[in-house]
């Protein structure tokens, strides 16, 4: 089956570090992506990983991936106002299509 | 290297019309997908061309077609449109359909009256 839930809403402070978790249910599932939606825009591809991974680091954003829990997770360090945005968790499994979470709309405040 | 582009940005329809939406994807790929976007639902697949083949359809009704050119432009199609049809049309295009680089385009918005 095709479920990726996210929590809906987070606040957190400027310069504090965001945590963005999300759950998916088909082991199956090749990889996994974190995108960002900004108001009126389309989606920005943030980072990705192979199902095989624990951890991708990439600038201030650092996923992780527990297999076992089907649970991943995207931290953005030192959050900033450019930061707040809806982001979408996905997954894919035969390359062609991704299934999306309802989107994590993270406000920062000063 | 130009991203991908997505005509028009917005319109509006009525009930019952029909309407096609367009997809230039980044120069090189070969690989269009189609999403739905709606707060009630989300974002859902529609269908993905691949070298002017459907490879993969979403579940939506018949009322949703598409079709890609050899240039690799696609052209997505709504007949008989209804108000639930409102929503953020967006496309993605990649170089051979492998979605781990997936790239979107600023998306339609389609407003049925």
């Known amino acids: 089956g095709e479920d990726v839930e996210q929590s809906l809403f987070l606040s957190v402070r400027e310069g504090d570090s965001s945590v963005i978790n999300c759950t998916y249910t088909?082991?199956?599932?090749?990889?996994l992506y974190w995108y960002k939606q900004e108001p009126g825009a389309g989606l920005q591809l943030l980072t990705y990983?192979?199902?095989?991974?624990d951890m991708k680091q990439d600038q201030r954003l650092t996923v992780l991936l527990n297999k076992k829990d089907k649970h991943l997770s995207l931290r953005i360090a030192d959050t900033q106002t450019g930061d707040s945005a809806i982001y979408f968790c996905?997954?894919?499994?035969?390359?062609?299509?991704?299934?999306f979470g309802a989107g994590t709309t993270v406000t920062v405040r000063a | 290297k130009a991203g991908v582009t997505q005509t028009p940005r917005y319109l509006i329809k009525t009930r019952g019309q029909q309407v096609t939406l367009s997809c230039s994807p980044i120069?090189?790929?070969?690989?269009v997908s189609w999403y739905q976007q709606t707060p009630g639902q989300g974002l859902q697949f529609l269908f993905e061309?691949?070298?002017?083949?459907?490879?993969n359809k979403g579940n939506f009704p018949g009322r949703f077609s598409g079709r890609q050119f050899s240039n690799s432009r696609s052209e997505m199609n709504v007949s008989t449109l209804e108000l639930g049809d409102s929503a953020l049309y967006l496309c993605?295009?990649?170089?051979?359909?492998?979605?781990?680089?997936?790239?979107f385009g600023p998306g339609t918005r389609l407003t049925v009256t």
């Open positions: 120069s090189g790929h070969r690989s």
């Open positions: 993605a295009s990649s170089a051979d359909g492998s979605s781990y680089e997936q790239y």
């Open positions: 996905a997954e894919s499994f035969n390359d062609y299509k991704l299934s």
């Open positions: 061309y691949f070298s002017e083949t459907q490879r």
């Open positions: 990983i192979f199902s095989n991974m």
């Open positions: 088909d082991s199956s599932s090749t990889y």
